[in-house]
């Protein structure tokens, strides 16, 4: 994913290739003007069940690589908040 970025890797260890794109894509997020969270938008922490539960059922899933289950949408959109 580096790479197809352009984020320049070579020489760092296994852990870093994945923090500098952590960070790359923050700064991206902050540049194209998305600061806000979903809790800024009115989402709670109860409203996480439920998105995680439409979230399986939608159709652009199936384009995943891999087949994330209802907890890995729930961390996803808890980081959100």
């Not at 500098?20 to 998305?34: A, F, K, N, P, Y």
């Not at 806000?36 to 409203?47: E, I, K, Q, W």
């Not at 998105?51 to 959109?77: G, H, K, S």
């Amino acid at each position: 994913m580096t790479e197809v970025i352009g984020l320049d890797a070579r020489g760092v260890t296994s852990t870093t290739p994945c923090d500098s794109l952590v960070m790359e894509l923050e700064t991206l997020r902050r540049d194209c003007g998305v600061v806000a969270t979903l809790s800024n938008h009115g989402v709670g922490r109860s409203d996480v069940a439920f998105l995680a539960a439409n979230a399986l059922v939608d159709p652009c899933i199936v384009t995943n690589q891999r087949r994330p289950n209802r907890c890995d949408f729930e961390v996803v959109y808890e980081a959100a908040l």
